[in-house]
């Protein structure tokens, strides 16, 4: 929140940092890859010192994506994902995901706070917020990196999100178009 961003309090890895629940990750991770939320004092107790991990308390929310292309003229926003997350005996699993139509605004309200407050950006550059009913949506993290959602929206962009990509970080100005049809996928 130094930024001015609605982002979830995180800490180095120190589970006590605040009650539970809490959400243990690691700082560079993957697809909620040695994701964990700690519900009780008993599973923070048990837990493994892992120093290479953050922890944040845990916000019960929608948890989306969006991703942007970003080049030396432009920043565009390409549609929202809805992420499927599972959370079985504590270990929390990315399954997949869904392009989320009708949601654009809310989404890429946060997620462009969230980039314009980080230099250097360019690329393919995903975004992950969680979508809250009674408080403010929060920016999670950003990825500068190529996403899992790409799966689902090259299924309903019009042209070669690749092509797009070559093109914007060459300076040009492009404009997705999209498709009305659902896209979803399985990990």
């Not at 929310?61 to 809805?82: D, K, N, R, T, W």
């Not at 499927?84 to 890429?108: D, F, Q, T």
């Not at 980080?118 to 990196?145: H, K, Q, S």
């Not at 797009?164 to 979803?184: H, K």
């Amino acid at each position: 929140m130094a930024a001015g961003v609605p982002t979830p309090p995180t800490r180095v890895f120190d589970p006590w940092a605040f009650p539970p629940p809490v959400v243990v990750k690691p700082r560079d991770g993957v697809g909620a890859t040695d994701t964990y939320l700690l519900t009780d004092r008993g599973a923070m107790d048990h837990f493994p010192a892992n120093f290479k991990a953050i922890v944040q308390p845990y916000c019960p929310a929608l948890p989306m994506s969006m991703a942007f292309l970003i080049g030396p003229q432009s920043v565009v926003e390409l549609l929202p994902c809805e992420q499927s997350i599972e959370i079985e005996s504590g270990k929390m699993r990315y399954r997949g995901g869904r392009v989320s139509h009708g949601l654009e605004n809310r989404v890429a309200d946060i997620a462009r706070q969230a980039i314009a407050v980080v230099t250097g950006l360019f690329g393919y550059v995903g975004v992950d917020v969680i979508l809250r009913n009674n408080e403010p949506d929060l920016a999670i993290e950003i990825n500068p990196r190529l996403t899992t959602s790409y799966i689902g929206l090259r299924q309903v962009c019009q042209q070669n999100i690749m092509e797009l990509l070559l093109r914007i970080v060459c300076g040009e100005i492009v404009n997705p178009t999209w498709n009305a049809a659902e896209a979803a996928w399985n990990v």
